[in-house]
């Protein structure tokens, strides 16, 4: 059983498909498409290595020639009594192409680690910006474990191929070529011999090429299951451990880990295959010249000398073969991961950034929904959460949302801050479509506190100051100070510049709210949404930031999601949600004083206070 | 842990060596591989040795008979090299995927029991990349590395024995290259050790980056802080690139030389093999051997560079693999510890202080807190005045750092972890569920929850909303249940809780996203279960704290007082102030208010 299947993970609608998918023929060419686009900036570069590696081994080729003249002359010339001076030439000069080689193979290596290493920057940036440019819904498919497996092991993959020197395949195909000439040249029928070889070489190509590709893309599958479990299951560690899930955790992991072994030792069983293949190939076809030219030269057909240099030369043709294997294993698993990122990069943003946006200089807050509907996923009929909605909030009004958990409240604030996109009707900020405007004018007008308050390893200051990154220090602590969050900052043992660690974890849930809730206050947005900020805080720190809400709200428009009704004080307005409708709309004070959901809700609610 | 920290001092090979117990199991496949590995490396030296005594031979001499015997010797070498290349990729196809796997396995089992204190500190993507890169990077080394080392080493040690019989000046020459070699190779490797374990911890950082990215997309999108969040990756990568840089300037340094080690042997033994030559100390012949000889010499030494490469990485790999395994876990049974059997369910905290590991500010100072069996204590207090801390001590997430707490009279440290998480479970004020089935979720670690049992625990916690997801029970929510309502995924978090009516039970805020129908109808129900189950429940809302029998006000770390709500109401004004219901709205403070449109 495949861990794909296993009953655990549950079913979600996009298990279909982790990527659309158009075929394999589709998805190579797309992947190579990548790698032409992260070479094409250092052709330059690339050209200049390539003239390296020929120089190198156009000086390597003098070593033999020296050597010869060497012992042919250098040391006749000694035995006829006139001095080793030629012998010493010769000596230099193979110093010399020696310090050549050197100095050209030290280039080679610093310009194409070079050239590497930013191609790999390259490519970890691109993929970066457009995994931060796709929307909510695909991330929530994806999943984090993913994104860090594209980033990581993936990118790595292809960094192992960039690794694996240039100067093999330059060299291979060069001494493939020229050898093959020098063969044909020597002796026609002897390198028809060697030719013999060459159609089965082709097919142990394709074999190893067909197999492979599956093999190290089932690899990249399996490894980002096993980075995705591992990533979550530690992330959860105080469920894990609270709640014994050690063993089923473990259960787990190795059977995710047994697939990615099974994965890859598939692939390594293929290249067990493959390269002694190519091996064997090379060895045989050796042997059928050693035999079938060893025979011409016996019967005078040619000379011992063009026997001798054809199994010299052999050598030489088929270790480059053998080369070549291993960098197309090399070539084969980078390719595997190459699809996987020209497939996240071919991901389009389900909320995209319009053609032609249209600018919103200075926002007023006034906010409609027209006739919305929508559902976190489209195909279903019965998923829908908004099945129908209106909604005109006038600039400045403080609007406060209240209704059942799962109504939809979350919902609507989340398409008016654009994390989604309605299916049918419209959101417009001042009469502007959100959808049509850029992400940075958006966001300068829709803040949103979201309901799960997340903060980032860094600072408590770093944390705020991304409300506004050009605040100072002075801005900071100003926010801080008007939601009532500076006492228990200084309080702190490096006050602002205390780490809170991942996800805010040095801080208590109500610390976290209150650093989010500066955060968005430091902003300074047209239009503020606050969900459920201040569920987590005690009442005196709450009744704090309602109070601070006050004098914040007066000039701006806000929409206040909340279960304590504390909130509504604060409010111009009111709406009661029930199931995705907004069945009540209006001022607090008359709909308590009615007979409507409202009044029996705020009945309820006040009986809670005891 | 990160980059930023100061690179451990090397501590070489030590740690790679303490991987041997990994490969102990699979000492008979090693030695297959390593025999067939030198089978291929002289198979293929016997090739061209065939050749010439086929030239030598047979065709000197014209004669058809020889050849046929010598080219097939020829060709069952060339045979052989491919079978013992295959074998040798064979074996290694299992047992070092084996290997790796195994090791792979033990780090998450490892990881799975450091304490939350370890993990509250530790960046996932430094975890991630140990699993992954790291091991790679051993496994190819152990796999591959140390088999080359070796089978290089001992062609070295032939060829240059062959060198000594030939002509033993020369041969001398040779066996000296070996000392700048290993000069060369001890300075390469102190250099080479730290901007390795720089790359591999960058790394970890890009890694760590980019989870923090992924998880908070959210508050990245409702900020648009993309750019910021972008520049942060960037700076990361940016680093990576210098380091690898670094490492790959010091590689073309070593690379380059190493390079030229056979070639300068090579002219040297040239020169004097042809002045011996001259004197006639040395026949033609044999110096024409001796440089083949030499040339031969010239692939093992290139490769050790290259091995010596990943022998470094796989050490400082193993350096970072024995920093997690080389952590203790803080919090684990002691010695002796015994089940926790059938308990009545008595908690008591008794002179408990606790601070956070690494900090220097006690948390909690001397709580003394008693709650009968059945009975259900509320908690109250400040924000961050310590009431998730003193909940996370009693299922042991963390120890207390004095005093004890005790369940029937019993030190909880003195029984073993299973049985005491057993007895005790926790809602957590942030849900943490995971991307799996909803009935995954509810049961986690009880993967013998009936479905009776759950489905009784899905009413307590009012969460029947589950039988309408698209597959019930069977739906994956999303990762950590944010395809959920907030609401819906509190709601999870209690059932899960409550699921197969623990003895004791801790609730931290357990209400918090809840409207106030909903929460109704989840307290109507949680009270048949906290009628019969001792209770610590976390409130900050008076509606909460009526699910107690007796709410205890945290202050400055300390219990300051104990009593019902009520009594409490009447007579500790700080109690009061924290939860009382009159919102007074009216003495209108000054607040300090900036940013002001
Ligand atoms: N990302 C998502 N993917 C799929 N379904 C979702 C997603 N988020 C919410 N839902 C579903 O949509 C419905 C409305 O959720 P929403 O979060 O808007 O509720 P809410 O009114 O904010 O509730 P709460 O008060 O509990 O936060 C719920 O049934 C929920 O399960
Ligand atoms: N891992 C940690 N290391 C050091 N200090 C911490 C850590 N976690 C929390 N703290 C600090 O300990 C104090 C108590 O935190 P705790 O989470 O117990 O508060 P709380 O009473 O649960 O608050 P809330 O009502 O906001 O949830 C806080 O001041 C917090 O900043
Ligand atoms: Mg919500
Ligand atoms: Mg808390």
Redesign the pocket.
Known sequence: MTTAESPWRGVASEDAAEISVAGGVFLRERSRRLLRSLARPHKAALWTVAGAVLLQNAAGMAGPYLIAVGIDDGIPQILAGDGPSTLFIVFGLFMLSAVAQGALRWFFFTRSGYVGQAMLFQLRRRVFNHLQGLSLSFH?KYTSGRVISRLTSDVETIGELLDESLDELVMAVLSIVSIGVILLVLDAPLALVVLLSFPLLLLMFRWFGKNSTLSYRRTRETVALLIVQFAESLGGIRAVQAFRREPRNQEIFEEVADDYKAANRRAWQLIAVFEPGIMLLGNLTIGAVLLYGGYRTISGEIEVGVLVAFLLYLRRFFAPMEDLSVLYNSFQSATAALEKLSGVLEESATVPAPAYPRSLESPQGTVHFDAVRFG??SDAEAAV?LPRLDLRIPAGQTVALV?A????????ARLLARFYDPHEGSVTVDGVDVRDLTDADLRRAVVMVT?ESFLFSGSVAENIALGSPSASRADIEQAAQAIGAHEFITALPEGYDTDVRKRGGRLSAGQRQLVSFARAFLADPAILILD?ATSSLDVPSERLVQRALRTILTDRTALI?A?RLSTVEIADRVLV?SDGRIVEDGAAADLIGGSGAFADLHQAWLDSLV | MSADQPVPAARSFRSLWRLRSYLAPYKGQLLVMGVAALFTVFAELAVPLVSARVIDGPVARGETSGLWALGALAIAFGIGEAVFGFVRRWVQSFCMLDMETQLRNDLYAHLQRLPVAYHDRAQTGQLVTRATSDLTTIRRFLGFGVIFLIVNVMLFAVVTVLLFRLYWPLGLVVALSAIPVVLMTMSFEREYIVASRQCQDLEGDVATVVEESAVGIRIIKALGRRRQIGARFLREARRLRTASLGKVRILAKFWSILDLVPQVLLGVVLLFGALAVSRGDLSLGSLVAFVALVVMLAWPIEAMGWILAIGQESATAADRLYDVFDTEPAVQDTPGARDLAEVRGLLRFEEVSFRFPGSNQNVLSNVDLTIEPGETVALVGATGSGKTALTALVPRLYDVTSGRITIDGVDIRDVTLSSLRRVVATAFEDPTLFSASVRENLALGRIDATDAEIAEAIDIAQAG?VYELPWGLATRI?EQG???????RQRLALARAVLGRPRVLVLDDPLS?L?VYTEGLVEEALRHVLATTTALVVAHRPSTVLLADRVALLSGGRITAVGTHTELLDTVPAYRQILSAEADFDDDLELPVGASR
């Open positions: 929530e976190y996923r959460v209704g958990t799962g109504a939809g409240k979350s919902t609507l309901q459920e999601i279960h949600m | 909303f999303g944010l395809s959920l309502s907030g609401g819906q996203a409207d």
